[in-house]
T-cell receptor, first 114, second 116 residues
Framework: EPEVTQTPSHQVTQMGQEVILRCVPI?????FYWYRQILGQKVEFLVS????????KSEIFDDQFSVERPDGSNFTLKIRSTKLEDSAMYFC????????????FGQGTRLTVV | AQKVTQAQTEISVVEKEDVTLDCVYE???????LFWYKQPPSGELVFLIR??????QNEISGRYSWNFQKSTSSFNFTITASQVVDSAVYFC?????????????FGSGTRLLVRP
């Protein structure tokens, strides 16, 4: 069964460093997302990406964040200068074009900023 | 504004008991989609079910069943004869048709602990 793949599973980084989280969505899906889950809290929407551009972003997704689909298969989330409060689980998800389809999530990348 | 409320933060049951997880949603859209996801201790999010707003038929899948009631804006999830492997955090989520990004709005989750 096709699945969304995220790498790395766990990343530890120093405050102020840049990190790139990588995702390979399901191949025939057209909508891509990043969500964040701070430990013990709810899953929060960060950004959606469709047709090679951001379709929507939340207020969490400030200038420190960016997304890219560089080669038609990978989908990356970059945090330019990490802060302690960026420590969270980051989930990538993808969805077919039809609005009534479910989003499939990757296994997540746990980001720890020290 | 859209919102999903899961008032039960944590539920503890003994194996083989039935348990119902509550979900109440708010939306002004007439067409929307409701979801349940399971997050086991390993951390991934596992899709369980999707429901369209125009389909109020309840659904059963093995030990799982879902009760969708538009009149009370609820989409409750029942596990019959619970098992230890059901222990997880369960999230209810909403997606609105008017939202071009089709993003998911999650509730805060209910942690279910099934004791042997």
């Amino acid at each position: 069964e096709p699945e969304v793949t995220q790498t790395p599973s766990h990343q530890v980084t120093q405050m102020g460093q840049e990190v790139i989280l990588r995702c390979v969505p399901i191949s025939n899906h057209l909508y891509f997302y990043w969500y964040r889950q701070i430990l013990g809290q709810k899953v929060e929407f960060l950004v959606s990406f469709y047709n090679n551009e951001i379709s929507e972003k939340s207020e969490i997704f400030d200038d420190q964040f960016s997304v890219e689909r560089p080669d038609g298969s990978n989908f990356t989330l970059k945090i330019r200068s990490t802060k302690l409060e960026d420590s969270a689980m980051y989930f990538c998800a993808s969805r077919k074009q039809r609005r009534d389809t479910e989003a499939f999530f990757g296994q997540g990348t746990r980001l720890t900023v020290v | 504004a859209q919102k999903v409320t899961q008032a039960q933060t944590e539920i503890s049951v003994v194996e083989k008991e039935d348990v119902t997880l509550d979900c109440v949603y708010e939306t002004r859209d007439t067409t929307y989609y409701l979801f349940w996801y399971k997050q086991p201790p390993s951390g991934e999010l596992v899709f369980l079910i999707r429901r369209n707003s125009f389909d109020e038929q309840n659904e059963i899948s093995g030990r799982y069943s879902w009760n969708f009631q538009k009149s009370t804006s609820s989409f409750n999830f029942t596990i019959t004869a619970s098992q230890v492997v059901d222990s997880a955090v369960y999230f209810c989520a909403l997606s609105e048709a008017k939202d071009s990004s089709y993003k998911l709005i999650f509730g805060s989750g209910t942690r279910l602990l099934v004791r042997p």
